[in-house]
């Protein structure tokens, strides 16, 4: 993989900007192929169960308030362990705890990357600036996916290249192949850097995305309730095929509707010709890099009425319908890979928020509190805390 050899210096952001191309693109697109997906819903569908079922018996705060972005961050990083990495935490007696907190986060580096895209002469110093910030933290992610790695190739060794295990993604690395002529498999430096890819990109987003999620639901009860009748009406017309969740219309109008409130704020494209903009009047030149503003977009009324209103409904037949093409692209769109991670985020996410509120009702509290800036700017400031208050469903199946 190009410049892999920056994993020895993880500390340095260039970690993330040397393998987020191409090539490691086409790599990570392997971890979500239709035949993996069924592993990867199983495994975040039993995540979630054991991980309610577990709080509501053991860490449910006594004043009905709970902080939804702790929550989060824990779910979320579970589902993302067991579908990595299952069983090598216990077998290699790894702090979980400890590697949530020196997980690779956008948070930790939104003001630096944004600078840079701002002031691109600035962009050497962005990156120092980086390493000596936040480089010693993410130390223990580092090396426990390192010790994880080398573990599993043992055991590979020991087994004549036979994998006992269910096919995570640290199996799906090792099986994979630069050129299978020659045989030539991704070194470890290499499915480390992957990794790293895998959890700067997906893990604070969904965290932001079902915080945000039961934030919005909270502040209208009603359309908790409806997308409540929803979930419990799909439970009682099947009880052996979770996928069904996946197919709710409701559910999925809501997380539509969190991505175009809540999004990224940008993304760059570069023009392979020259492409002239007719509402501006001007031409991008061929090989020009552009900066894409999806807050602009996204909350923009002459394409989304009263942009700042959480209303589901917009991703609702047959209002979705009338939406202007390309005016909400969450996934990006054209016809090359644009999202490698598209099916495991809506997998993730359906899962986890369907969870969630079938075992708890969502209310504001005294204490709920959202920054102006966040509303405007969502991905400028994350609030470091979420307070909301709940209430215990009646009859929750876990």
């Known amino acids: 993989m190009r410049d892999s050899y920056v994993i020895k210096h993880m500390t340095d952001y260039r970690l993330y900007m040397s393998v987020h191309n191409k090539y490691s693109m086409v790599v990570l697109a392997q971890l979500f192929r239709p035949e993996n997906m069924k592993l990867i819903e199983k495994s975040t569908e039993t995540v979630c169960r054991q991980f309610m079922a577990n709080y509501v018996d053991h860490h449910l705060p006594a004043d009905g308030i709970v902080n939804v972005r702790h929550v989060m961050q824990e779910l979320v990083m579970k589902i993302m362990i067991q579908c990595s990495f299952p069983t090598s935490f216990s077998e290699l007696n790894l702090s979980i705890d400890q590697f949530i907190e020196s997980a690779p986060q956008i948070d930790k580096n939104r003001r630096l990357l944004l600078t840079s895209v701002l002031i691109p002469r600035l962009t050497e ?120 969740i996946l197919e709710l219309p409701f559910l999925n109008a809501v997380l539509m509707e969190i991505l175009r409130k809540y999004p990224l704020p940008l993304t760059n494209r570069r023009a392979k010709e020259d492409v002239f903009l007719p509402d501006a009047g001007v031409t991008v030149p061929k090989g020009v890099d552009v900066e894409l503003s999806f807050i602009s977009l996204y909350h923009n009324s002459r394409y989304f009425t009263d942009p700042y209103d959480f209303n589901p409904d917009r991703f609702m037949a047959p209002a979705v319908d009338n939406q202007t093409q390309h005016s909400f692209i969450p996934f990006g769109c054209g016809q090359v890979v644009y999202c490698v991670g598209e099916r495991f985020a809506k997998v993730v996410l359906k899962h986890a928020l369907a969870k969630l509120i079938k075992t708890f009702e969502f209310k504001v509290a005294d204490s709920t509190e959202i920054p102006f800036i966040f509303n405007r700017c969502p991905d400028i400031l994350l609030p470091k805390s979420l307070n909301l208050g709940f209430k215990l469903r009646e009859n929750i199946k876990f």
């Open 125 to 244: 110093y962005m990156i120092a600036a980086y390493g000596k910030v936040f480089g010693k933290k993410q130390q223990y992610f580092i090396d426990s996916i390192t010790k994880m790695v080398g573990h599993r190739r043992r055991q590979l060794i020991d087994n004549n290249g036979f994998a006992d295990k269910s096919k995570d993604f640290l199996q799906l690395f090792l099986d994979y192949r630069h050129n299978k002529a020659a045989d030539k498999e991704l070194t470890d430096y290499e499915i480390v850097s992957l990794f790293y890819v895998c959890y700067l990109s997906s893990y604070e987003p969904m965290c932001l995305m079902l915080m945000m999620a039961v934030y919005e639901l909270a502040m209208k009860p009603l359309v908790q309730s409806r997308l409540y009748d929803e979930l419990i009406a799909a439970d009682m017309l099947v009880t052996n095929d979770d996928s069904s």
